[in-house]
């Protein structure tokens, strides 16, 4: 019996056809389907009506209604929408777009994060210890193996959201792969984004993985945009600030509720939060993971919205800035 509501690869393989075709159809021949956040869910009944007349039915807007139920149904009924918001933390348990919704336009002054890099489908791909450990902490979850297509589709939206909830000279920093960088640029830019600088985080004492075999994998990349402006706040004390800053890999301190595969320091974190914004503003990490950015916005004295769907990750975050005391 199949499962009411299905994922673009089950209609894809019912029709026989590639998931872009299917995409195709969504947009050009109304197949009916609606997003929930990143993803498109199918519901049978309406793609065999659809099948047997496809004049008829249309594709609907999802709303968060539809997403909750369908999270739910999805999901063994967890919880998609808890929300916590004490003394200038706000933390939100669900999908970023969805959530993002709920923030007011103009209203955050930076946007710090570091999204899936969606390396898994390429990792798989190689036969290295790294595939392994890619399998382990990132495919096994989920999140980081999407299409290319669906992962520049789910970013184009991010990026549209995040030009609406940021403020005119308001800064947005986003982590991301070097082999990703282009595109990425590219979607920010398409959203009124002004692109400032390619920026490295060094990590000092990085796993020497393979370092007999190739150079040790040592630094992530970071690009830094203004929103609709060409500047805005940066808070240099008139030293000359680097795009390129060294701390050590997240030191085990950090990780005293739990661990995330991709955990960043408050070291870095604090970087960007001091240079960018003022006592006072407000932080937004949309993929906030365990909270890094979220611990290093609330020691600076900055207000902070964390937005994160994975419900284990979200009790980390929730410790570690103790809104849960």
């Known amino acids: 019996m199949q499962d009411k509501l299905a994922r673009m690869d089950d209609v894809a393989t019912y029709f026989n056809v590639t998931p872009e075709t299917i995409r195709n159809w969504i947009r050009t021949r109304d197949l009916p389907a609606t997003k929930f956040g990143r993803q498109w869910r199918f519901d049978w009944d309406a793609i065999k009506a659809w099948q047997d007349n496809p004049s008829a039915t249309s594709r609907k807007k999802s709303t968060y209604k539809d997403y909750v139920s369908a999270a739910s149904a999805l999901d063994g009924n967890r919880d998609f929408r808890a929300e916590i918001n004490r003394g200038g933390i706000r933390l939100i348990n669900g999908d970023c777009l969805v959530s993002m919704e709920g923030i007011a336009d103009g209203t955050v002054d930076l946007l710090l994060t570091d999204p899936p890099y969606n390396l898994g489908l390429f990792m798989q791909e190689r036969a290295t210890n790294l595939k392994r450990m890619r399998d382990n902490y990132f495919g096994a979850a989920g999140w980081d193996n999407l299409c290319a297509d669906d992962w520049a589709e789910s970013m184009n939206e991010f990026f549209g959201e995040a030009a609406r909830v940021v403020r005119k000279?308001?800064?947005?920093?986003?982590?991301?792969?070097?082999?990703?960088?282009?595109?990425?640029?590219?979607?920010?830019?398409?959203?009124?984004?002004?692109?400032?600088?390619?920026?490295?985080?060094?990590?000092?004492?990085?796993?020497?993985?393979?370092?007999?075999?190739?150079?040790?994998?040592?630094?992530?990349?970071?690009?830094?945009?203004?929103?609709?402006?060409?500047?805005?706040?940066?808070?240099?004390?008139?030293?000359?600030?680097?795009?390129?800053?060294?701390?050590?890999?997240?030191?085990?301190?950090?990780?005293?509720?739990?661990?995330?595969?991709?955990?960043?320091?408050?070291?870095?974190?604090?970087?960007?939060?001091?240079?960018?914004?003022?006592?006072?503003?407000?932080?937004?990490?949309?993929?906030?993971?365990?909270?890094?950015?979220?611990?290093?916005?609330?020691?600076?004295?900055?207000?902070?919205?964390?937005?994160?769907?994975?419900?284990?990750?979200?009790d980390i975050a929730v410790q570690r800035m103790g809104v849960n005391k």
């Open 169 to 314: 000279g308001g800064a947005l920093i986003v982590f991301m792969a070097v082999i990703k960088l282009e595109t990425l640029i590219g979607l920010a830019q398409k959203h009124g984004f002004y692109y400032k600088t390619t920026g490295a985080w060094h990590k000092l004492n990085p796993m020497p993985r393979n370092m007999n075999l190739h150079f040790i994998n040592s630094t992530e990349s970071w690009v830094y945009f203004v929103n609709d402006a060409k500047t805005g706040t940066f808070n240099n004390d008139g030293k000359a600030l680097h795009d390129f800053y060294e701390t050590s890999v997240t030191p085990k301190s950090e990780k005293e509720y739990g661990k995330h595969p991709t955990q960043k320091p408050v070291e870095l974190m604090d970087y960007f939060v001091r240079t960018l914004t003022n006592p006072g503003n407000i932080v937004l990490d949309p993929f906030m993971g365990s909270g890094s950015s979220g611990v290093s916005a609330k020691g600076m004295g900055r207000k902070f919205i964390g937005i994160e769907l994975d419900e284990d990750y979200f």
